[in-house]
């Protein structure tokens, strides 16, 4: 649905999890060179690679590489398995992508400033389903540590930003509608409060994540603020697209 003149918009195009792996190389490439006719930004909300291994980011490189639209990305869990994740970034940033880690950028698209915080986000609970950080293994207690830990840096970086519109960018969840479809007893592993709390006191007129596969595209924050699970799986399309101005409306 185009905005009218007296409410101007930007389309923005969205993904997660995509995976990048021999078994899925080329999937994403046909639509993505054809974003210019329906978005005008495509941000990547982690879990780009299968893996985290090197041979995976070449592929996923391919995939986006000389785009029509700006890309802008955060890593997610799975980036990281190798411990590699600072080289998947640095790849990523040579061809062009613009890579968030608590931080922020401004663009300019359609005649508005546009700004876009982005953290990879991670584990933590909510208060109905809460987590176990001093619990179980040193990979999960971390986890758990970084949910709320990266709230604060979401925070932070949205206070950063002097713009008409901001988007939260992130891997995790920040809230437990867009994660019903999942086990309840995983919940606590999908997400975390923290984000969600981050993206109301930051004023976001969007947020967007993935991670939960078997999730649900549409919620929204106790303050209000859409959030959309663009978990590939979950959109079932190479990009879900949402146009942004003063109310939020799926386009495709």
């Known amino acids: 649905m185009p905005a009218d003149s007296a409410q101007r918009g930007i389309r923005i195009a969205a993904v997660a999890d995509t995976h990048l792996r021999p078994a899925v190389a080329g999937r994403f490439r046909p639509d993505f060179l054809r974003l210019a006719e329906h978005a005008d930004v495509l941000l990547l909300a982690g879990d780009l690679t299968e893996g985290g291994r090197l041979a995976e980011a070449d592929l996923l490189c391919a995939e986006i590489a000389d785009l029509p639209v700006p890309v802008v990305a955060v890593l997610g869990n799975h980036d990281h398995d190798h411990r590699l994740g600072f080289r998947i970034s640095a790849q990523l940033t040579d ?114 994540h993935g991670h939960a596969h078997s999730g649900t595209e549409i919620g929204c924050t106790t303050g209000g603020v859409p959030v959309r699970n663009v978990s590939f799986p979950v959109i079932g399309r190479a990009y879900a697209v949402y146009e942004v101005a003063q109310a939020l409306t799926p386009e495709r």
């Open 95 to 208: 061809i062009g992508v613009r890579m968030l880690e608590g931080t922020a950028i401004t663009l300019e698209l359609n005649g508005i400033r546009v700004g876009i915080a982005g953290v990879m986000g991670g584990s933590g609970g909510f208060p109905d389903h809460p987590g176990t950080p001093d619990e179980g293994t040193e990979e999960h207690r971390a986890r758990m540590r970084r949910g709320p830990l990266d709230g604060l840096l979401l925070r932070q970086a949205l206070d950063t930003l002097d713009t008409e519109i901001r988007i939260a960018l992130m891997h995790f969840s920040p809230v437990i509608d867009t994660l019903v479809g999942e086990p309840p007893k995983i919940y606590p592993g999908l997400g975390c409060h923290a984000l969600g709390e981050a993206v109301d006191a930051g004023r976001a007129t969007l947020a967007l």
